[in-house]
């Protein structure tokens, strides 16, 4: 009997922020659809642990997003590997509560430098190994079209990521790369955790967020996974400049 090929064989994947929530559900379903995936993240041990979850298909590279010898570093080992890049997931990112009265400017640099910046540089780098087209899928937040208070910061790296996706569907476009943005609503991460001082803060704020939420519930990370499949792979091939919200309705209606 033939073999059905899985829409990514043979496809060659980076994934920042892989070591957890939505950046690892995205390798994990990556990596099922027939993709090579290359994950990073700043821990080294919380990567040995996504690796061993991941279970094949897949290399850890320990790294910084804000930091460009890292991101050079990244690729340097993709291309000594693999020679080539197919897909780009940017998605690590970092939140930190401030209002405008109170926000520091080590607040504002390190949510800048890790949401925008970051991802700058992530797709940047890439793009001297797509030299076969491929999908790029920028991680943005549908907080960029809320005005959520103490979110200010963050708020406007969400929606310049997204304004950068527009701009960068038409520079590459000749090069037979499409530019999508995916913007997750409340999703049950490491990351919404983090944002709160306990877990009893924590599970009052996911309750809210339900409670908002059109569908009545927090989004999965397989979810969002699914998502980024979909923009990645051929699936979207007529689909280039836009923004996937995958969010339960939070911000549509």
């Known amino acids: 009997m033939e073999r059905v090929m899985s829409h990514l064989e043979g496809k060659i994947a980076v994934i920042t922020g892989g070591s957890s929530g939505i950046g690892l559900a995205t390798a994990k379903r990556f990596v099922k659809e027939g993709a090579y995936v290359y994950i990073t993240g700043r821990r080294q041990s919380e990567l040995a642990n996504a690796k061993a979850e991941i279970g094949k298909n897949v290399t850890t590279v320990q790294g910084d997003v804000t930091s460009l010898a890292d991101l050079d570093r990244l690729y340097a080992t993709v291309k000594a590997d693999k ?69 200010g910061t963050y708020t406007a790296a969400k929606a310049g990521v997204r304004a950068l996706v527009r701009v960068w569907a038409q520079e590459l476009k000749d090069k037979g790369i499409r530019v999508n943005a995916l913007s997750p609503g409340a ?36 979810e969002l996974a699914a998502g980024a499949y979909f923009l990645a792979s051929d699936q979207s091939s007529y689909v280039t400049g836009i923004d996937l919200p995958v969010d339960g309705g939070l911000a549509q209606v």
């Open 187 to 222: 999703t049950e991460t490491p990351i919404l955790r983090g944002q709160f001082n306990s877990d009893e803060a924590s599970d009052a704020a996911k309750k809210v967020f339900a409670s908002m939420t059109p569908l009545g519930r927090l989004g999965l990370p397989e």
């Open 83 to 151: 020679g080539v890049v197919d897909i780009v997931v940017a998605n690590a990112g970092f939140i930190e509560h401030a209002q405008i009265f109170d926000l520091s400017e080590t607040h504002y640099d390190k949510t800048m430098d890790i949401n925008l910046k970051g991802t700058v540089f992530t797709v940047q780098k890439a793009l001297p190994l797509m030299t076969r087209g491929g999908s790029i899928v920028v991680v943005s937040s549908i907080v960029a079209v809320k005005g959520i208070s103490a979110h």
